[in-house]
T-cell receptor, first 113, second 114 residues
């Protein structure tokens, strides 16, 4: 069975501060892992994906995530938060690539000016 | 390239009424997905099509929900009769269907049941 747990439904950071959004996964096979961002009243946009290549994955808008098998984690980071980063972020896992995604419950990021 | 198109954007109906949502995927995308996103939760897959065939509908409440993709392109999702707990955003996504190719999402239809 596949599942993800996102720790912290709400995260607030100051503009310019480090962003860290946590995601732990459970998978019976080597997983594919994804981070999506959702702005208000919009669909989900792919930030980055891990597909068993490099463990440090770089995505769009300055985000990156590191796959740590020993910790079953795939945390999302960005060195310096921008006001435009305020959104809902979802971690997702799949055992079959882009199909059959199982999403976490999401983390709402607030950026304080 | 044009993205995934969904309509309507918003719909308000009373319980026990019926409603239908429409999705036009990205051109050339063989795989189409319908998700239900309840407020405060992540999207949950309802049904997955590969061309015009159903790949996975294990989480579709078949007593009231139905979906079709007759010509392997556009798709409709129908709810009949609607219940209060069906209030959610219904997202459509499409992909090439190849391993490692991501899903692209539409902006969704927000359904409110009174």
């Amino acid at each position: 069975a596949q599942s993800v747990t996102q720790l912290g439904s709400h995260v607030s950071v100051s503009e310019g501060a480090l962003v860290l959004l946590r995601c732990n996964y459970s998978s019976s096979v080597p997983p594919y892992l994804f981070w999506y961002v959702q702005y208000p009243n919009q669909g989900l946009q792919l930030l980055l994906k891990y597909t068993s290549a490099a463990t440090l994955v770089k995505g769009i808008n300055g985000f990156e995530a590191e796959f740590k098998k020993s910790e079953t984690s795939f945390h999302l980071t960005k060195p310096s938060a921008h006001m435009s980063d305020a959104a809902e972020y979802f971690c997702a896992v799949s055992k079959t690539g882009a199909n059959n995604l199982f999403f976490g419950t999401g983390t709402r990021l607030t950026v304080i000016p | 390239e044009a993205g995934v198109a969904q309509s309507p954007r918003y719909k308000i109906i009373e319980k026990r009424q019926s409603v239908a949502f429409w999705c036009n995927p990205i051109s050339g995308h063989a795989t189409l997905y319908w998700y239900q996103q309840i407020l405060g939760q992540g999207p949950k897959l309802l049904i997955q099509f590969q061309n015009n065939g159903v790949v996975d509908d294990s989480q579709l409440p078949k007593d009231r929900f139905s979906a079709e993709r007759l010509k392997g392109v556009d798709s409709t999702l129908k709810i009949q009769p609607a219940k209060l707990e069906d209030s959610a955003v219904y997202l459509c996504a499409s992909s090439l269907g190849i391993v490692d190719q991501p899903q692209h999402f539409g902006d969704g239809t927000r359904l409110s049941i009174l």
